[in-house]
């Protein structure tokens, strides 16, 4: 158990911000392109949070994945291995500390290859999280609606591997603060900048 709480929750920041909202499991999952998360993962949360920036503003901090470390605290360091805006087919990797465990682990690395994108609507992305003992694969899809107020981030995520399927509830309630705290982050960074720039 001690594990799933590491892994899980070091794969997004762990704070639960106020504005996020999360509801019952819903009955259609987000797509990009057509695509969504693992339909057969038991571990899975979707959650979303209304923006008061313009949607550049918030797609740029989104896929600007080089910079993450700047505003999400979590996450240590981040590396493009392909060049030029995100697209299909780039990947990025990016690691966070691992706090004494059960594991030798001491570093979670995540590799991220985006499978589906739609400019300033939808980025779906699959890759692994790996440490010595630790493994889970995860599938991500994001929507961005311009909507009264600004704009609506709309995330889902599915987990699968040894660790977190054996302590599914753990693993979800985990994945669902991870999730809304990288919500929280995004919606002060974005709004901070917007609302900082000179008139």
Same mark, same amino acid.
């Given at each position: 158990?001690?594990?799933?709480?590491?892994?899980?929750?070091?794969?997004?920041?762990?704070?639960?911000?106020?504005?996020?909202? !999360?509801?019952?499991?819903?009955?259609?999952?987000?797509?990009?392109?057509?695509?969504?998360?693992?339909?057969?993962?038991?571990?899975?949360?979707?959650?979303?949070?209304?923006?008061?920036?313009?949607?550049?503003?918030? %797609?740029?901090?989104?896929?600007?994945?080089?910079?993450?470390?700047? %505003?999400?605290?979590?996450?240590?360091?981040?590396?493009?291995?392909?060049?030029?805006?995100?697209?299909?087919?780039?990947?990025?990797?990016?690691?966070?500390?691992?706090?004494?465990?059960?594991?030798?682990?001491?570093?979670?690395?995540?590799?991220?290859?985006?499978?589906?994108?739609?400019?300033?609507?939808?980025?779906?992305?699959?890759?692994?999280?790996?440490?010595?003992?630790?493994?889970?694969?995860?599938?991500?899809?994001?929507?961005?609606?311009?909507?009264?107020?600004?704009?609506?981030?709309?995330?889902?995520?599915?987990?699968?591997?040894?660790?977190?399927?054996?302590?599914?509830?753990?693993?979800? !309630?985990?994945?669902?603060?991870?999730?809304?705290? %990288?919500?929280?982050?995004?919606?002060?960074?974005?709004?901070?900048?917007?609302?900082?720039?000179?008139?």
């Amino acid at each position: 158990m001690a594990t799933i709480r590491l892994v899980v929750g070091l794969l997004a920041a762990t704070a639960v911000p106020a504005g996020a909202t !999360a509801g019952p499991r819903p009955q259609t999952s987000l797509t990009c392109r057509g695509a969504g998360v693992d339909p057969d993962a038991r571990v899975r949360h979707r959650s979303e949070i209304v923006i008061d920036a313009p949607l550049s503003t918030v %797609w740029k901090l989104q896929t600007d994945v080089e910079r993450r470390p700047s %505003w999400q605290a979590p996450v240590t360091t981040a590396e493009r291995l392909d060049h030029g805006p995100l697209r299909r087919g780039s990947a990025f990797r990016w690691t966070t500390p691992v706090p004494p465990n059960p594991t030798p682990a001491t570093n979670l690395e995540i590799t991220s290859t985006v499978e589906q994108l739609r400019h300033h609507t939808c980025v779906r992305r699959t890759g692994p999280a790996t440490g010595e003992g630790l493994h889970i694969d995860g599938v991500h899809v994001w929507t961005f609606t311009r909507t009264r107020g600004g704009v609506r981030v709309t995330t889902e995520e599915t987990h699968t591997g040894p660790q977190v399927d054996a302590d599914v509830p753990t693993a979800t !309630a985990i994945l669902r603060q991870g999730l809304e705290g %990288w919500l929280s982050d995004l919606k002060v960074t974005a709004e901070a900048r917007t609302h900082h720039q000179p008139r």
